[in-house]
């Protein structure tokens, strides 16, 4: 007997599994609260959760077949490296397993272009439901084109995505007047798959979710959020990712939310 504990109860090798889950602990473009430690302690939330889920009688972390492969490790102020590594590190997975469901935790919101590029790669076209309080379509930010604030322009321009944005209520008025021309819309009607997903936990509202790098009032209750993230899970999702996790330490309100994400989705997209 082996009395120890990981990220989930069980977990399988990445070739058997169905469930890949890894973090991205890259915070270099953060301009508020670090958001280095989300996947630790995310991960740690992970651990405090029942995987059984009542409502659909399923144990969910075991019926999932999860592989934890650990963080990635970026290289501290250097985007062009870290995104390589990302990228790289999504492909192999996806190599070793084609089926694979990538699930990555953040980090700063410009991790999702790196996933992003190795998902558009295997899948062709993505329409990428994106939950955050900002709209994150700036083409640079102080000059630099590589931000997490910037992010979703580049995954239009260069990668081809549609982007479908909820809980968005901070924009710039250069943003408000881009979202005329380029594929973005604020509405599930008429989404179609493959679908990426990505949550920046700061969807919430800063009384649920508290710690995220840039706080914005008058977001999403839980229950809010949860409705429509079921909506999101009766399509074909090819992967997602959970980002501005920026707890310090355990059982912080927005790990906790991240993990009950990482649950409901895995509960949610195997009964579709
Ligand atoms: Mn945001």
Redo the contacts with the bound molecule.
């Keep these: 007997m082996l009395y120890t504990s990981r990220t989930f109860p069980l977990e399988y090798p990445l070739a058997e599994a169905d469930v890949v889950l890894a973090g991205v602990p890259w915070d270099s473009t953060e301009i508020g609260k670090s958001v280095k430690h989300g996947p630790l302690f995310i991960r740690e939330a992970l651990k405090g959760l029942e995987g059984f889920d009542p409502e659909t009688g399923v144990h969910v972390f075991a019926q999932a077949k999860p592989c934890d492969l650990g963080d990635v490790e970026v290289v501290p102020g250097n985007w062009g490296l870290t995104k390589e590594r990302i990228t790289d590190t999504v492909r192999a997975a996806l190599v070793a397993n084609p089926t694979v469901f990538p699930i990555v935790l953040g980090g700063d ?1 410009l991790i999702t272009l790196g996933i992003l590029e190795s998902l558009v790669a295997a899948h062709g076209k993505l329409t990428v439901v994106h939950f ?3 709209r ?1 379509l700036s083409p640079d930010w102080l000059g630099e084109p590589y931000a997490h604030i910037t992010w979703g322009y580049h995954a239009i321009k260069s990668l081809g995505v549609r982007l479908v944005q909820l809980g968005v209520r901070s924009s710039t008025e250069e943003e408000h007047a881009l979202i005329r021309e380029l594929p973005v819309t604020s509405s599930l009607a008429g989404l179609e798959g493959p679908v990426y997903l990505t949550v ?1 936990l ?1 969807v919430f509202d800063p009384g649920f979710a508290p710690e995220v790098g ?1 706080p914005e009032p008058l977001g999403m209750s839980p229950p809010e959020f949860f409705a429509l993230l079921r909506q999101v899970c009766q399509h074909r999702l090819v992967g997602m990712d959970i980002v ?1 996790c920026a707890a310090d330490r355990v059982n912080t309100p927005t790990a906790l939310l991240g993990a009950q994400i990482i649950k409901k989705v895995l509960v949610w997209r195997g009964k579709r």
Excluded: L, S, Y
């Design positions: 919101h955050d309080a900002h994150d920046d700061d840039t501005e």
